[in-house]
C-alpha cells in the first residue's frame, strides 16, 4: 500500500481523530431523510469502507453513538457535536463521512433514496430508488 492509500479525518475540532487505508467500497449521495436529518443538509456524500479500514488515531473516548435502528450506529464526537461516521452492521461497511476526511478524492457514483430528495440534481449519475440490488435494494433506477 502506498502513502497515497492514507487518508486523515477529524471532527469538527480535531478532538477525534483518524486514518482510512486502502479504497472505499464506494461512493454516492444519500437523500433519504435519515440522513439529511442527521447531516442538517439536503444530501449526504458518502464514502463506504471495510470497518478495517479505519483506524482511531486519536480521541476514542471523546466517540459517541446513537442508533435510532439497528441498521445504523451513528458517530459523533461528544466534544464539538461533529458528525465522523456511520456503522452499517447489515452492509458490513461503514459510511465515513466525505466532508471529514481530509484531501480524499471524493468521486460519487451513484445517488441512493433518489425519491426522497429535496435537492435534485442533473449530474449524469445512476438515480436509485433505494439501494443497489448487492447492498440489499432493489437496484430499480428512479426518475430524475
Known amino acids: 500500500m502506498s502513502h497515497a492509500d492514507i487518508y486523515r479525518g477529524q471532527c469538527f ?3 477525534v481523530q483518524f486514518t482510512l487505508s486502502g479504497q472505499p467500497a464506494g461512493m454516492g449521495y444519500c437523500h433519504c431523510e435519515s440522513c439529511r436529518r442527521w447531516s442538517a443538509s439536503p444530501i449526504n456524500a458518502f464514502t463506504l469502507w471495510n ?3 479505519l483506524r482511531v488515531t486519536h480521541g476514542a473516548d471523546d ?5 435510532k435502528t439497528p441498521h445504523s450506529y451513528r458517530k459523533w464526537c461528544r466534544l464539538c457535536g461533529g ?3 456511520t456503522e452499517h452492521p447489515g452492509l ?5 463521512y466525505a466532508a471529514v476526511v481530509d484531501d480524499f478524492p471524493y468521486a ?4 441512493v433514496h433518489y425519491p426522497e430528495s ?3 440534481m442533473d449530474d449524469g449519475l445512476p438515480k436509485l430508488r ?15
Not at 63 to 67: A, F, R
Not at 131 to 140: A, D, K, N, V
Open 108 to 111: 460519487a457514483g451513484v445517488h
Open 13 to 15: 475540532c480535531g478532538a
Open 92 to 96: 458490513g461497511l461503514i459510511d465515513v
Open 63 to 67: 466517540i459517541s453513538t446513537y442508533s
Open 130 to 144: 433505494d439501494l443497489p440490488s448487492e447492498m440489499g435494494g432493489s437496484g430499480i433506477s428512479a426518475v430524475e
Open 118 to 120: 429535496v435537492l435534485p
Open 83 to 85: 458528525h465522523l461516521f
Open 51 to 53: 470497518p478495517n479500514a
